[in-house]
Nanobody, 127 residues
Framework: QVQLVESGGGLVQAGDSLRLSCSCA??????????TGWFRQAPGKEREFVAA????????YYADSVKGRFTISRDNAKKMVYLQMNSLKPEDTAVYYC??????????????????WGKGTAVTISS
């Protein structure tokens, strides 16, 4: 069983930065063999892909809307995934979800590639 717990959300102003963290607690799962990522869901909108990173820490991939502003990283020794968000915009307001893909699988860029979801952390950007 996998538990993903996000933290770091909050209320900031446009142009500010936030760093989201995701800790992974898993029995019978070797964290370093699973790709991970982030999705978000804005009020009244569908959940969308934000960023993902391969199980080895290579091949970060971003949605066009956040490319150049967000950076995903992971620390396999600590079983952590991070999302550094810079130059935040009001349209980045959403609940952000940490996800884990399938073992040695493709990076989770769509819901169908996600094995486990966290419960989310809320990010609000004021203009």
């Amino acid at each position: 069983q996998v538990q993903l717990v996000e933290s770091g959300g909050g209320l900031v102003q446009a142009g500010d930065s936030l760093r989201l963290s995701c800790s992974c607690a898993a029995s019978g799962v070797t964290f370093r063999t699973y790709p991970t990522g982030w999705f978000r869901q804005a009020p009244g909108k569908e959940r969308e892909f934000v960023a993902a990173i391969g199980w080895s820490g290579n091949d970060p991939y971003y949605a066009d809307s956040v490319k150049g502003r967000f950076t995903i990283s992971r620390d396999n020794a600590k079983k952590m995934v991070y999302l550094q968000m810079n130059s935040l915009k009001p349209e980045d307001t959403a609940v952000y979800y940490c996800v884990m893909g399938r073992q040695y699988g493709s990076i989770p860029t769509s819901g169908g590639l996600v094995r486990s979801w966290g419960k989310g952390t809320a990010v609000t950007i004021s203009s």
